[in-house]
């Protein structure tokens, strides 16, 4: 499955993204999980085949993460941007029936380039 990221770019505090992710392939398990080159890896949000999502703490309430299985595409919709989230986006997948909570989309077994998100003050 090959994977690539769209829509990052910069944009003022409180504003928003949308983030879009496209498959070649089907991956029953999609992600997001982003880095700073200070910090290692953090999981964002992910959504199962089954439509059940689960989100980090930090971006809970203002991330939506969704999914178009017939485009083979995710998306990453992201409000009230707030200068912490600024990193590298990286969307993944991985071909599995339980998909874990959101901090497992790190060791998923496909990912992106990644896509830069820059939120400034």
């Known amino acids: 499955v090959q994977l690539v990221e769209s829509g990052g770019g910069s944009v003022q505090s409180g504003g928003s993204l949308r983030l879009s992710c496209a498959a070649s392939?089907?991956?029953?398990?999609m992600g997001w999980f982003r880095q700073t080159p200070e910090e290692e890896r953090e999981g964002v949000a992910l959504?199962?085949?089954?439509?059940?999502?689960s989100y980090a703490n930090s971006v809970k309430g203002r991330f939506t993460i969704s999914r178009d299985n017939a485009k083979n595409t995710m998306y990453l919709q992201m409000d009230s941007l707030k200068p912490e989230d600024t990193a590298m986006y990286y969307c993944?997948?991985?071909?599995?029936?339980?998909?874990?909570?959101?901090?497992?989309?790190?060791?998923?077994?496909?990912r992106g380039q990644g896509t830069q998100v820059t939120v400034f003050s």
């Open positions: 392939g089907y991956g029953s398990c």
């Open positions: 959504i199962g085949w089954d439509g059940i999502t």
């Open positions: 993944a997948a991985h071909p599995a029936r339980i998909c874990g909570g959101y901090r497992s989309v790190v060791d998923y077994l496909y």
